[in-house]
């Protein structure tokens, strides 16, 4: 009976086995499934926008920039024209402004002359004239809500 016993056990134990493995290899493919799904989910997710990926180049200007003088050539349907010298490089840049529309002022056109541009280091090509915090205008009067000089506003 002892021999019985063994040999019903070495059975017991190869239907486990040949169990095993097709379990084991039911749930490395469910589990390849479910990785890949979450993987194709969290790329989508991670996805950044045009939009965004400016307001983020935009924002580490801001904090890791050094800045220029230069001067606001025109402003046009919310693009800003504007040029900058940088170790005797002239540099003719635009941004587009329409993620400020409502923080610019009435008459936007006032801002063109000098302005102060804030430029990567790194890469002096790299530049913007404003931000969600910060304003290279330099307006030609104290109020940036007139739409033209003061004594023109009164008449």
């Known amino acids: 009976m002892v021999t019985v016993t063994g040999m019903l056990s070495i059975r017991s134990i190869g239907i486990m086995k040949a169990c095993s493995t097709e379990a084991a290899l039911v749930f490395l493919g469910l589990t390849?499934?479910?990785t890949f799904?979450?993987?194709?989910?969290?790329?989508l997710r991670l996805?950044?926008?045009?939009?965004?990926?400016?307001r983020r180049r935009r924002l580490r200007l801001l904090a890791h920039s050094r800045v220029a003088d230069g001067v606001l050539?025109?402003?046009?349907?919310h693009?800003?024209?504007y040029r900058y010298t940088?170790?005797?490089?002239?540099?003719?840049?635009s941004q587009d402004l329409s993620f400020l529309r409502d923080q610019l002022p009435v008459g936007a056109r006032i801002c063109i002359g000098p302005a102060s541009v804030r430029y990567s280091p790194k890469n002096?090509?790299?530049?913007?004239?404003?931000?969600?915090?910060?304003?290279?205008?330099?307006?030609?009067y104290p109020n940036p809500q007139a739409s033209?000089?003061?004594?023109?506003?009164?008449q």
């Open 32 to 34: 390849g499934v479910v």
């Open 47 to 54: 996805r950044i926008s045009p939009q965004e990926k400016e």
């Open 148 to 154: 033209s000089p003061p004594d023109q506003a009164t």
């Open 37 to 43: 799904t979450l993987a194709v989910q969290a790329l």
């Open 86 to 93: 940088v170790a005797g490089v002239d540099y003719h840049a």
């Open 124 to 140: 002096p090509a790299n530049s913007i004239i404003a931000c969600e915090q910060w304003f290279g205008f330099r307006l030609a």
């Open 73 to 77: 050539v025109d402003l046009q349907d």
């Open 79 to 81: 693009i800003a024209y």
